[in-house]
């Protein structure tokens, strides 16, 4: 054998074998979400020098009652990630596609008790308990994952615009109905209540980067 095909032939085998060796030191994948909304920046001396921290806002309680009756706040949702949005029972287009999407989500996640679904009505002086219990099974919601909240119209306002900032700027504007403001977002909240995500509710790919990004953040959750 020539030794120029000796040397052809040495590059060959050694190809595989450096691949392997790159692939093992550098092919491991990480991928962090973002966290939405900061509140502040802190200072904190460590090891003689300052260090500067973003402070992420933190969903705060609430107190809603969902489509069994119960009454639910952040203490329910524990250790749990959730998708958050905003509805009413009337609305005729928007919201049916939203909620549509959203038992897509449902059922992605049906075996995995830490996925819960957030959904408040808008409208709470049309949507009582009995009407978001009907409403729930048009959507086959399982009571014990996916929440059809009402309670005082204040309180669910302030969610929307002071917790949940739907208000903010990105994707899916609110969209208005006589008298009433509701959102095609979609947040994904983690387990301490940061949002970590905000989606167009009516957008398929958009949906399906949510749930996505729910098997990241419990990936996480599973390999600390």
Not at 23 to 35: I, K, P, Q, R, Y
Not at 100 to 114: F, G, M, N, S, T
Not at 145 to 150: A, D
Not at 202 to 218: A, G, S, Y
């Amino acid at each position: 054998m020539r030794p120029q095909q000796v040397l052809i032939l040495g590059l060959l085998l050694l190809v595989p074998v450096l691949a392997f060796l790159f692939l093992f030191s550098f092919g491991t994948n990480h991928f962090a979400l973002s966290t939405y909304y900061p509140d502040r920046v802190d200072s904190t001396q460590i090891g003689g020098k300052w260090r500067r921290d973003t402070v992420f806002h933190r969903v705060g309680n609430f107190r809603l009652q969902a489509q069994n009756g119960q009454w639910i706040t952040q203490r329910n949702l524990d250790g749990d990630v959730y998708v958050a949005s905003f509805f009413f029972a009337t609305c005729p287009q928007v919201c049916p596609r939203l909620n549509a999407q959203l038992q897509r989500v449902q059922e992605k996640y049906r075996k995995e008790p830490r996925v819960k679904l957030v959904s408040h009505t808008v409208d709470p002086q049309h949507d009582s308990v009995a009407v978001l219990a009907r409403y729930a099974e048009q959507f086959g919601a399982m009571p014990d994952k996916w929440y059809f909240l009402t309670g005082n119209k204040d309180s669910i306002n302030r969610l929307a615009r002071e917790e949940y900032r739907v208000t903010a700027p990105g994707p899916a504007p609110l969209a208005a109905t006589p008298g009433l403001v509701h959102s095609q977002r979609l947040l994904l909240v983690d387990r301490d209540k940061h949002v970590r995500g905000v989606y167009d509710g009516l957008d398929p790919k958009e949906v399906d980067r949510l749930m996505t990004e729910i098997r990241i953040l419990l990936y996480t959750y599973d390999h600390e």
